[in-house]
């Protein structure tokens, strides 16, 4: 088999132009992969699927969905109002908050990684509410200006509470990793949203995989039946950052 691309956090934006050299690297490289898994935060904010798209992202969009790998999407916190006539566009299917991919008999879980940062009492209480349907229903009922004003508000304030919280509230719990791999029996987790790329392994056992988040560069977890890879990559280069190889 070829390999399997996973990515998080493009954050693709007007003012996130520099995102989009790296994007097309991954264009050329996921022409020839397997699959493609975008684990959520694509954009850096989305409030319906009637929202206007700049043409240079418009056509990074078109050249997602010309891919003739499989494309699979799990929302982020920032797209998670990404509905059918997107996903259409992207070609992709979407996929529950957590999900699994096997690969030579190892199960891996797939999430955006927001449900695990459990010490942000906060941030998870807004979660819920946010994605509630009368929420989403109440939501997309408002007209598109307002819908992106509320948006725009909503990212100023969370910049500025992020500045002022503990580094280690935005952070994964340990405890919510651990019971979420064993509710799935697995012991690799690969998500994203924290933008602290790594391979973590614990004496447990278990290993985290978090991928970056995108601007000049780009972040990239790629898998084959004989390693996992974290990398980082321009349109000129690609670094290898730390390989995984899954115990037989």
Known sequence: MAEVLIIADVHLAPANRAALQPWQALMRRAAKADGLYLLGDLFDYWVGDDQPIP??????????????CPKFFISGNRDFLIGQELLDR????????VATLSIND????????DTLCT?????QAMRQQLRSPAFRCDFL????????????SLRAKSRTESSSKPEDIMDV???AVRALLKAEAAVIL?????????IHREASGITRIVTG????????????????????????????????????
């Open 55 to 68: 043409a240079e992202i418009g056509a990074a969009l078109d050249q997602l969905a010309a891919l003739p």
């Open 213 to 248: 988040d995108w601007g000049a560069k780009g972040w990239l977890i790629a898998i084959t039946p004989e390693q996992i890879t974290l990398e980082c990559f321009t349109g000129e280069m690609t670094e290898i950052v730390d390989t995984l190889k899954p115990a037989a």
């Open 106 to 113: 190892h199960k891996l879980v797939l999430c955006h990684g």
């Open 90 to 97: 992207m070609g992709a299917k979407p996929l529950p908050d």
């Open 141 to 152: 009922s408002k007209p598109l200006d307002e819908r992106l004003a509320i948006a725009l």
């Open 119 to 123: 010490d942000d009492v906060a941030y």
């Open 190 to 198: 690969l998500h994203g949203h924290t933008h602290r790329p790594a």
């Open 173 to 175: 719990n340990p405890a």
